[in-house]
């Protein structure tokens, strides 16, 4: 049981390159959720998804476009990579959502 | 809208208790949590507790919910250097996301 898998953990980009980060999970979760970590800002929700086919804003969206097509998938793109979103960022699922989340490792990105 | 405080930083001697301290502004809260993300690796669901209850024990954890004060405490007895990480405290009134603090970064002095 795999749990929420985050591909991939590390990626260097440079600035204006696109990118899609894939989240996948293998518990049936209906939301999911997408959030960076940064130091001493705790974790911020970029957009998150109440179930397949829905996509909504969370604090931060600006620079972020998702897509949920299959339930178990959820998928983050940056279309021109800032230096800005240099960050760590995190996937998570739930089966409800105010429920326990299940987060995968991180994706460490790093934008030059 | 909600907001959840906690402090940055705290240090502990190996052995002692740990208490991490989190606040909240929305008494309409329900569920309270407590995550601990290790170096490198996701947030791991360590334990919650339902706005009905006072206290909730799991083994060296003890967690404390104050409602009236809006405070939330985590309790490791114990304190070992396993327990080294960053520990996010999250609230939700049930049917809304979870709304997170900044996390708690706990170093153990040997």
């Known amino acids: 049981n795999a749990g929420v898998t985050q591909t991939p953990k590390f990626r260097v980009l440079k600035t204006g390159q696109s990118m899609t980060l894939l989240c996948a999970q293998d518990?049936?979760?209906?939301?999911m959720y997408w959030y960076r970590q940064d130091p001493g800002m705790g974790l911020r929700l970029i957009h998150y998804s109440v179930g397949e086919g829905t996509t909504a804003k969370g604090e931060v969206p600006d620079g972020y476009n998702v897509s949920r097509l299959k339930k178990q998938n959820f998928l983050l793109g940056l279309e021109s990579a800032a230096p800005s979103q240099t960050s760590v960022y995190f996937c998570?699922?739930?089966?409800?959502?105010?429920?326990?989340?299940?987060f995968g490792s991180g994706t460490r990105l790093t934008v030059v | 809208g909600e907001d959840v405080e906690q402090s940055l930083f705290l240090s502990v001697r190996e052995g002692d208790s740990s208490v991490i301290n989190c606040t909240y502004t929305?008494?309409?809260?329900?569920?309270l949590y407590w995550y601990k993300q290790e170096p490198g690796a996701g947030l791991q669901l360590l334990t919650y507790?339902?706005?009905?209850?006072d206290m909730k024990q799991d083994q060296r954890l003890t967690v404390l919910l104050n409602k009236k004060d809006k405070h939330l405490s985590l309790r490791i007895a114990d304190t070992q250097t396993g327990d080294s990480a960053i520990y996010f405290c999250a609230e939700t009134r049930g049917n809304e996301k979870l709304t997170f603090g900044t996390g708690t970064r706990l170093t153990i002095i040997p």
């Open positions: 998570a699922s739930s089966r409800l959502q105010g429920g326990g989340y299940t």
């Open positions: 929305d008494s309409s809260s329900t569920y």
């Open positions: 507790i339902f706005s009905n209850m």
């Open positions: 518990m049936n979760h209906e939301y």
